[in-house]
């Protein structure tokens, strides 16, 4: 059972750009930071985004926000590559424990 | 640049016991805390646990008193144990590096992952 919640898919062509939400942070969040894995096919998740920083190596066309208890990461210029499972994640005080949402599938059409 | 390589069984028989391990390579493993993570066939990501620098352990109430992890600093490496398995333990299991500090908590390398397939 995630506490986060994410869209199933999304969609966008390429050049276009695309925003994965991230619902259901909470005061068992506090202020920790959402960080955003990119899956791709039979891979191992990496990150591309925590809070809004952006880990070396990743292009700036992805950026992070957040407001409220949605999280939002935002993909610019999409590119066939970035076709892939993207998966929030947080600390969660309530449980001592690292939650994930249940994942999006980014389909670049 | 660290790297992690995963080793361990890959079919498990139901009430069988899972072992699975992970070996840092290009850096040492008590520099760093370390986690496993798992992901049933077609479906997301779930924290099993982490084990700190000083030893200590967290998992994830999910999986109550079922998970054991461990440290074992002779062989550069880190482990998993999983009791009492059923069908739903089937996953591939990841191990990953826990980069964590005020307010962020991030796993930031990982292992390649090891499919594992509970069945008599």
């Known amino acids: 059972q995630s506490a986060l919640t994410q869209e199933a898919s999304v969609s966008g062509t390429v050049g276009q750009k695309v925003t994965l939400s991230c619902t259901g942070l909470s005061n068992s969040n506090g202020p920790y930071a959402v960080t955003w894995y990119q899956q791709l096919p039979h891979g191992s998740p990496k990150i591309v985004m925590f809070g809004n920083a952006l880990p070396s190596g990743i292009p700036d066309r992805f950026s992070g926000s957040r407001s409220g208890s949605t999280a939002s990461l935002t993909i610019s210029g999409l590119q066939p590559d970035d076709e892939a499972d993207y998966y929030c994640?947080?600390?969660?005080?309530?449980?001592?424990?690292?939650?994930f949402g249940a994942g999006t599938k980014l389909t670049v059409l | 640049q660290v790297q992690l390589q995963q080793g361990g069984a890959g079919l498990v028989k139901p009430s069988e016991t899972l072992s699975l391990t992970c070996a840092v390579h290009?850096?040492?493993?008590?520099?760093?805390?370390w986690s496993w993570i798992r992901q049933p066939p077609g479906k997301g990501l779930e924290w099993i646990g982490e084990?700190?620098?000083?030893?200590?352990?967290n998992s994830n109430p999910s999986l109550g008193s079922r998970v054991r992890i461990s440290v074992d600093t002779a062989k550069n490496q880190f482990s998993l144990t999983l009791i009492s398995m059923t069908a739903a333990d089937t996953a591939v299991y990841f191990c990953?590096?826990?980069?964590?500090?005020?307010?962020?908590?991030?796993?930031?390398?990982w292992g390649e992952g090891s499919t594992v397939i509970v069945s008599s």
């Open positions: 290009g850096g040492t493993v008590s520099e760093s805390d």
């Open positions: 994640s947080t600390w969660d005080y309530s449980l001592s424990a690292v939650v």
């Open positions: 990953a590096r826990v980069s964590h500090g005020d307010y962020y908590y991030n796993m930031d390398v």
């Open positions: 084990i700190n620098q000083g030893g200590s352990t």
